[in-house]
């Protein structure tokens, strides 16, 4: 399918590797060009570097801590006036309610909500004012069920949803789409900290937590970041002018839910 987007310019954050970085391949591989931002300048120019070259389109790398005032400034400089934006930040680590104190809340909130936001706020009055813009955030399954171990997560990523619900509906009339991509696990450093977290836990290896998790999912797998990338690509096509604030699951049917 032609996703009608070749030649159009993309942010991608969190890009140089996992879900961000399938992002960066779906849309380079629709012609998209492309702004990737990650904080290790290392493995983004690598990541840059292979994208260009396999796809033949413009990358700017720029490492830049996202989440920070001057680091978004950086990459909001460098980026221009982009057509599509791709939100991403890892999240918070996992843990208790008990283990968390005020300033655990507010990082979560700096990354997982109000960093988002701002890149929306900074961005999508250019796609105003051109006619057409496409923004899809990387938030989470556990906004449609949470994960008790994430509460940080549950919380900030929430958040933004109801953010997402009201703006995106504000936008529409302008060609401006916003989404929200919902990820379950899939085979990313993220799914690495999170087995590992559970085989110290309940000693046992990281393979075997891998496995546990696995039987827990209909797919009996783990999702790639391709099969991810390739969605949020669509997401951000032509044809998904009609998507208007909405939150996709993709999760290998993880979340228990008729609706």
Known sequence: MDLGISGKRALVCASSKGLGRGCAEALAAAGVNLVMNARGAEALEVTAEEIRKTYGVEVTAVAADIVSEEGRAKVLEAAGDVDILVTNAGGPPPGLWSDWARDDFIKALDANMLTPIALMTALMPGMID??????????????????????????????????????????????????????????????????????????????????????????????????????????????????????????????????
């Open 130 to 259: 051109r006619g057409w813009g496409r923004v899809v955030n990387i938030t989470s399954q556990s906004v449609k069920a949470p994960i008790p171990a994430l509460g940080l997560s549950n919380a900030a990523r929430t958040g933004l949803t109801g953010y997402v619900a009201g703006t995106a509906r504000q936008v529409a009339e302008h060609g401006v789409i916003v989404n929200n991509l919902l990820p379950g696990i899939h085979a990313t450093d993220r799914a690495d900290q999170l087995d590992g977290g559970v085989s110290k836990a309940q000693s046992i290896s990281v393979e075997q937590a891998r496995k546990n998790r696995q039987a827990t999912i209909p797919a009996r797998r783990y999702g790639t970041r391709q099969e991810f990338g390739a969605t949020c690509a669509f997401l951000c096509s032509q044809h998904s002018g009609f998507i208007v604030g909405q939150n996709i699951l993709i999760d290998g049917g993880g979340t228990n839910a008729t609706i």
